[in-house]
Structure formats: structure tokens, C-alpha cells
């Protein structure tokens, strides 16, 4: 069973689930212990991050940044999940709208706003699955929270059969729902929304020039220290604070961000640390 710890950036193709794609890597490297962050639903493709042994503690940390999709909308339908998975029902002829007409409806979902994610989400609602509570058939509500869409351009509009295909570049913050801007875009138009293709390009510094495609053949590790330089701030620390970091304890030496990578004098990542009034303290150490 292999015991080497690190990061590896799949392309993650259409029709598997992020869990299925940690199950090739299991059998591919020969260990249990891997993890992925920001989940992709089945139908979704591109950046999906895994962590290997050790490197599953810092899942939660790199899947805190923004991310960039390409996405395809169509209009005049709506899905009972916001995509093409769910159970359409058709609202409006949509056939008739333009690029300028569609930009024009986008403007209130863009900058920070608050969106209601879709209610196949993962979200909890009284300790269950929104998504589970949906596809049984019970009525889900989900509180809005904010989010910020940095960039939300229209690419291009295709027209058949009633339908308007749209395809958008999104730019967004951790927790925004592609699927809720897609349904959220047919409610104003009036004529019904939902999601039909999503590609993640990148999540933070990890893009798809950094992604592999899963094979026969095990996939090259990223080490830690190099997932970390690509993620937040670091610090190359003394054999003497190694130490101490090792130990988890607090250091005098004062950390840019929270969080901070702590560099070995060995090259290798000790452990994530966060400011404090006396210097700086652990997050979460990694040896």
C-alpha cells in the first residue's frame, strides 16, 4: 500500500461521480486514504482536486478559492434539478431572444449577491441531504447566502426547436451554484432555465494545464509544498521553528495569512498556520 502523501488534479470526465473518481484513484495507487474537494455532479467535467494520505488535511483549505466554469444554459425549459439530469417541463418559447437580451437579464447576478442555491445541493437541511430530501419528493427551501460572481459573460446564443442555448464564462466564489445562475437567468426571462453542459477550468491556481486524465498507469503526486505555493502565502521556516511547528506549538514569528504554509528547511509542508496577537499558531500540522 503506498504511503506517499500529495496532491493530484484530475479532468474529470462526464457521467461519474467525484466519489467514483476517487475509487480509480484507490485502486491506481494503492491506498484508502484519498479524498477530493469541490465536488462536480456526474454530468460536469474538468479541475477536480484529490488528496493522497496526508494530503487529505488540506482538502478543506483548497477548495476555498474561486473558481471558473464554461457552462451551457438553455431556455425554455426548466429542470426539477436545475439541469438536464432532472424532469423537464416546458415554460416559454425562448427562441426569440438575443445575445443583448440575455447579457441584460444577467446584470443582477453579477458582483456580490445573494443567490438561492438549488435545492439538489449538498447543503444539510435538519441533518439530511437537500439533495436526498428533493429526489424523494419532499419540498425543499433553502435559505439565500452571498456570493460573489466576478465575471459572468455571454458567449454565445444558438437558437432551435423553441430553445435558446447560451454558453457562459463564470468567474465565481466558493459556494456559488452554476445551476441556480442557470435557473435564476429563465425565472426573469420568463421563459424557464437550466443547465446542460459544465466545465470546471480552474479552482484558485489549479487549472486544467495542471490536470491529468485518469488512465491504466498511476498518476505523478504534486507534493504538498507545491499544492500549498499554488493555494495561499508560505514560509520558509528554521530548523528550530521546524521543530516547534512539528510539535504544533505557536511561534513568535508573525504568518502574512490565514492560512500560511510552513516550509521545512527540507523543502517539505509542516503545517498550516494563522495569525495571532504573539505571532502565529496552528491550523493544522501535517507531519
Avoid: W
Avoid at 425543499?140 to 447566502?145: F, Q
Wanted: proline content about 5%; hydrophobic content about 45%.
Amino acid at each position: 500500500m503506498s504511503s506517499a502523501s500529495g496532491v493530484v488534479i484530475v479532468d474529470k470526465p462526464s457521467a461519474v461521480t467525484s466519489h467514483q473518481v476517487v475509487g480509480m484513484l484507490r485502486r491506481l495507487l494503492g491506498t484508502r486514504k484519498i479524498g477530493h474537494a469541490g465536488t462536480l455532479d456526474p454530468m460536469a467535467t474538468g479541475v477536480l482536486i484529490l488528496g493522497v494520505n496526508r494530503a487529505t488535511r488540506l482538502l478543506g483549505h483548497l477548495a476555498l478559492h474561486d473558481k471558473r466554469y464554461l457552462a451551457t444554459v438553455r431556455l425554455g425549459a426548466s429542470s426539477s434539478t436545475d439541469d438536464a439530469d432532472g424532469d423537464l417541463t416546458l415554460v416559454g418559447d425562448a427562441s426569440h431572444l438575443t445575445l443583448d437580451e440575455v447579457d441584460a437579464a444577467l446584470e443582477v447576478q453579477r458582483g456580490d449577491i445573494s443567490q438561492v442555491p438549488s435545492s439538489v445541493s449538498a447543503i444539510k437541511v435538519d441533518g439530511k441531504r437537500a439533495y436526498a430530501l428533493a429526489r424523494a419528493g419532499e419540498s425543499v427551501e433553502l435559505k439565500s447566502r452571498p456570493v460573489t460572481i466576478s465575471r459572468l459573460d455571454v458567449l454565445e446564443v444558438r437558437a432551435s426547436d423553441g430553445f435558446l442555448d447560451v454558453d457562459l464564462d463564470v468567474e465565481c466564489s466558493s459556494g456559488t451554484y452554476v445551476r441556480a445562475i442557470a435557473r435564476d437567468l429563465g425565472a426573469a426571462l420568463g421563459v424557464g432555465g437550466h443547465l446542460t453542459a459544465l466545465r470546471r477550468t480552474r479552482i484558485g491556481g489549479y487549472s486544467l494545464d495542471d490536470a491529468v486524465s485518469l488512465g491504466d498507469e498511476p498518476p505523478a503526486l504534486m507534493s504538498m509544498a507545491d499544492a500549498a505555493r499554488l493555494s495561499f502565502p508560505v514560509l520558509d521556516v528554521t530548523a528550530e521553528e521546524a521543530t516547534d511547528i512539528g510539535f504544533g506549538r505557536p511561534i513568535a514569528r508573525p504568518v502574512p495569512a490565514n492560512p500560511t504554509g510552513m516550509i521545512a528547511p527540507d523543502g517539505s509542508l509542516l503545517a498550516l498556520y494563522q495569525p495571532t496577537a504573539e505571532g502565529s499558531r496552528p491550523l493544522a500540522v501535517l507531519v
